[in-house]
């Protein structure tokens, strides 16, 4: 989580910039809601400098990402684009009212906490975002993203995608 307090009005803005850029692959959130985005620093010579951490170091979407993040503060140059990898991004980083937008655009929500070890061969019930029937069936352990589960609801008939937890 970032801390807003004791900044410029220039480094609200830039925030305010970045709060705006969705995810490429998930565009009912935000980088920052997701938390890929985990500081912005208004350096000494005017210009700023925006730490990412992608979902995965494998993401193919890194590149547009930092493609959309220089788009939105080129008011705010010069701008220098870090890459933090360590601490590794954790699905617990997606704070509650994100996970209820996800909920929302019908895409089920990481259940739990991925820091709490789960049984690999482990297949929960997840609740339908759509009926919120808890009464699902996994079909594929990958969705359009290697980061979501295709599931069924056995309720509504309705396919959906759950966001694994990591």
């Known amino acids: 989580m ?10 609200q803005q830039a925030w305010g910039r970045l709060a705006a850029v969705l995810d490429p692959e998930v565009p009912a959130l935000s980088l920052v809601e997701l938390g890929i985005v985990r500081e912005l620093r208004e350096e000494s010579d005017g210009g700023f400098t925006v730490v990412l951490t992608p979902t995965y170091s494998g993401c193919p979407a890194t590149e547009l990402i930092e493609d959309e993040v ?24 997606i704070s509650a009212e994100a996970r209820e937008k ?10 739990g906490m991925a820091a709490v070890s789960q049984p690999l061969r482990m297949h929960q019930a997840i ?19 290697a980061c979501k589960a295709l599931y069924r609801c056995t309720a509504c008939r309705e396919p959906f995608e759950y966001f694994k937890p990591i």
């Open 70 to 93: 220089r788009a939105a503060l080129t008011d705010f140059a010069p701008l220098r684009i870090e890459q933090r990898r360590s601490p590794a991004w954790t699905t617990d980083w």
């Open 2 to 11: 970032v801390n807003l307090v004791a900044k410029s009005e220039r480094w």
């Open 127 to 145: 609740p339908c975002p759509r009926c919120g029937s808890p009464k699902s069936e996994r079909l594929s352990a990958f969705g359009s993203t």
């Open 102 to 111: 996800l909920r929302q655009y019908g895409i089920a929500p990481p259940s």
